[in-house]
């Protein structure tokens, strides 16, 4: 891994990239660039993070069916809970999922422990358990599977001022930040990256 920069993506930061028509533009020229075959960029994908990119695009793909019948965005909570895609429809979507985590650019985590004191700080500082559970399952995968990660994109701002109140819970080289034009402007410089023609 000595020779790979590696980044972690939020989900939000992924379902911009394969499944907006209109989503945040530096998520996907960021996406762009790491999974170009081209780069020493890389991404790693930790088991639970995984779990809800899935998850995730699933519950996107519910919502977009039901408004498709003609529900409204009001009506999609009430519809969803016992609800499920057409088998058809549903085997399509995993096998779309499957497609995109075989991108060669991605590095999977095999670990699915989690660091226990990690999980209840971030719990009791008011983080959703699902993301409690994320990252807790990343940085101890980091450290058992050595990775070390240089960037951890996310447009969450409470990340950002955890991290600000507890820097000895994550490592001194893991850069936090949203995915911004800029940030793909100066990857591109760091690591002398040449344009090509936009992927997306």
């Known amino acids: 891994m000595r020779n790979k920069i590696i980044f972690f993506i939020d989900t939000n930061i992924w379902l911009d990239w394969k499944y907006t028509k209109r989503g945040n533009k530096g998520s996907k020229e ?6 170009r075959h081209d ?28 408004l498709g019948q003609g529900y409204s965005i009001r009506e999609i909570p009430q519809q969803k809970g016992d609800f499920k895609l057409p088998s058809t429809k549903n085997n399509r979507i995993l096998g779309e999922i499957k497609r ?4 060669p650019k991605i590095i999977h985590g095999k670990s699915k422990e989690i660091d226990s004191s990690l999980f209840e700080k971030l719990v009791s500082n008011e983080f959703g358990f699902a993301d409690a559970l994320i990252l807790a399952n990343l940085l101890h995968s980091c450290k058992v599977e050595d990775i070390r990660i240089e960037y951890f994109i996310t447009r969450d701002d409470f990340l ?36 090509i023609e936009k992927m997306l």
């Open 160 to 195: 950002k001022k955890f991290r600000d109140h507890y820097t000895n819970l994550f490592p001194k080289r893991m850069q936090i930040s949203g995915p911004s034009p800029g940030l793909c402007e100066q990857i591109k410089k760091r690591f002398r990256i040449k344009e």
């Open 39 to 66: 780069t020493c960029l890389y991404i790693y994908l930790p088991y639970f993070a995984k779990q809800e990119l899935i998850y995730q695009i699933l519950e996107w793909e519910r919502e977009k069916h039901l």
């Open 100 to 103: 995109i985590l075989r991108t």
């Open 30 to 35: 960021l996406m762009g660039l790491l999974t």
